[in-house]
């Protein structure tokens, strides 16, 4: 078998992702389906306060993880991308969770391919990124590689972040959970902050504590905790 690195056949990828794209986009990204509703305006404090909160040192590169899995990161990372382009800026969302990838399926998109195809040449970065949303631009996975952290370790990789940081306002980074893979640390020690996403039905102190430990350790500079899945018994309104 042929194992040499192949040129991926764009048009069809494309076609074949028009075709079966899961449709969970109503089921997740409440920033398009519901911008009115209170947690949407939360996701709008949360821009408010990332873009004006770091006045001399604006962060650009934004690592979002979280202690555990299934603690929202990638609904929030989601949802703070398409905020961004609401306002006007110019995001950039990339799925870094290679060991298990979930962005696409919020904006509907088939995996096919993505970053992994463009750091081993297989396709340029304006071929792979995709445009779910007016003003947002987001980068897949793609082909799952076997060897996740040493390929975010590769001059490759930081070769790429230092390219989209002079094309894009903001690249958010969804990040496997920090307390299961090193993969989290090695992201964060090339960002500019991390958003820390924590779930209060599933978050214990101990994980916390030892998500906080591994993130200072690589010199990470955590912007912030982001708290997820928060019911909102009573909302108020104002004229």
């Not at 962060?59 to 306002?87: D, F, H, M, R, Y």
């Not at 995001?91 to 995996?111: E, M, Q, S, T």
């Not at 003003?135 to 001059?155: D, R, S």
Request: net charge neutral.
């Amino acid at each position: 078998m042929d194992q040499s690195p192949r040129k991926i056949d764009l048009r069809r990828a494309r076609r074949e992702e028009e075709t079966n794209a899961p449709n969970e986009l109503a089921a997740r990204l409440v920033t398009v389906l519901d911008p009115m509703s209170a947690t949407s305006e939360a996701y709008r404090t949360l821009r408010t306060n990332l873009l004006y909160a770091f006045v001399d040192e604006h962060p650009k590169v934004i690592v979002l993880t979280s202690p555990g899995p299934g603690e929202g990161k990638s609904t929030v990372c989601a949802n703070l991308g398409v905020v961004l382009a609401q306002a006007g800026k110019n995001p950039l969302i990339i799925d870094c969770d290679f060991r298990n990838p979930a962005i696409h399926k919020f904006f509907g998109l088939r995996n096919l391919y993505g970053l992994v195809d463009v750091l081993a040449g297989m396709c340029s970065l304006q071929e792979a990124w995709k445009k779910p949303v007016e003003g947002l631009k987001v980068v897949t996975v793609g082909h799952l590689p076997p060897n996740p952290a040493e390929l975010l370790g590769t001059g490759r990789f930081s070769e790429f972040l230092a390219s989209v940081r002079q094309e894009f306002d903001h690249i958010l980074v969804d990040s496997p959970p920090a307390g299961l893979v090193s993969d989290p640390a090695i992201l964060a020690a090339q960002g500019d902050g991390v958003l820390l996403v924590l779930d209060p039905q599933k978050t214990r102190k101990g994980p916390i504590r030892q998500a906080m430990r591994d993130l200072e350790t690589v010199g990470a500079k955590v912007l912030g905790t982001v708290i997820n899945n928060v019911k909102y018994s009573q909302v108020g309104s104002y004229e």
